[in-house]
């Protein structure tokens, strides 16, 4: 079964820092790799998806890479602000029978102080 | 505006009343599911539909339903909601085409609580 962590799980950095998020799987079957961001009592808003054939991705501040041999990605905020903070999480689409299925990782919680 | 829209936004209820959580989308995506996300366990699939007329169980499907009639819509049932059925619930969608995996588009949940 397929196992998806992030680390780690709570994150404080004062603004302007620039930082890492860690996704890591178990099984480098996947299809593409998604990630999110979350507010408190919110719904998943869509930051990136990386397809299976790319190594990464990037949109404004942020950059995602995805390494399926050794079963990681990373997604990268440049020089961040109080605005990011937020619950980020990394979704492996797995492609079934079923179609597209999400698995999600287990989140890090990031909080940007001024 | 390209978007998910789920109804209610909050709901509480009592045990056994059944209820119907709505899900709705604008982007002529031929996939939709349901997830529940609870504290420590994470967001786990519900039930999903590839097309209308076509859905299957997910991860977790005990005592919930859905139906697809409309390729828009794909509302969620609790014929007798639990108190163990308590979460916030999330719709997705997202475009389905040959074996390809695309972007998917979460809702803005639905927090649920059963008494």
């Known amino acids: 079964k397929q196992e998806v962590t992030q680390i780690p799980a709570a994150l404080s950095v004062p603004e302007g820092e620039n930082l890492v998020l860690n996704c890591s799987f178990t099984?480098?079957?996947?299809?593409?790799l998604q990630w999110f961001r979350q507010d408190p009592g919110k719904g998943l808003t869509s930051l990136l998806l990386?397809?299976?054939?790319?190594r990464e991705q990037t949109s404004g501040r942020l950059n995602a890479s995805l390494d399926k041999s050794s079963g990681r990605s990373t997604l990268y905020i440049a020089a961040s602000q109080p605005g990011d903070s937020a619950t980020y999480l990394c979704?492996?689409?797995?492609?079934?029978?079923?179609?597209?299925?999400?698995?999600f990782g287990t989140g890090t919680q990031l909080k940007v102080e001024l | 505006e390209a978007q998910v829209t789920q109804n209610p936004r909050y709901l509480i209820t009592v045990t056994g009343k059944k209820l119907t959580v709505t899900c709705s989308q604008n982007?002529?995506?031929?996939?939709m599911s349901w997830y529940r996300q609870d504290p420590g366990l994470g967001l786990r699939q519900i039930y999903y539909?590839?097309?209308?007329?076509?859905?299957d169980k997910g991860d977790v499907p005990e005592g919930y339903k859905v139906s697809r009639k409309e390729k828009r819509n794909f509302p969620l049932i609790l014929e007798s909601p639990s108190p163990n059925q308590t979460s916030l619930y999330f719709c997705?969608?997202?475009?389905?085409?040959?074996?390809?995996?695309?972007?998917?588009?979460f809702g803005p949940g639905t927090r649920l609580t059963v008494t």
């Open positions: 539909s590839m097309n209308v007329e076509v859905t």
């Open positions: 990386i397809q299976s054939s790319q």
């Open positions: 099984d480098s079957a996947i299809y593409n």
């Open positions: 997705a969608s997202s475009l389905s085409v040959g074996a390809s995996s695309y972007e998917q588009y």
């Open positions: 982007m002529n995506h031929e996939y």
């Open positions: 979704a492996l689409h797995i492609l079934t029978g079923g179609g597209n299925k999400l698995t």
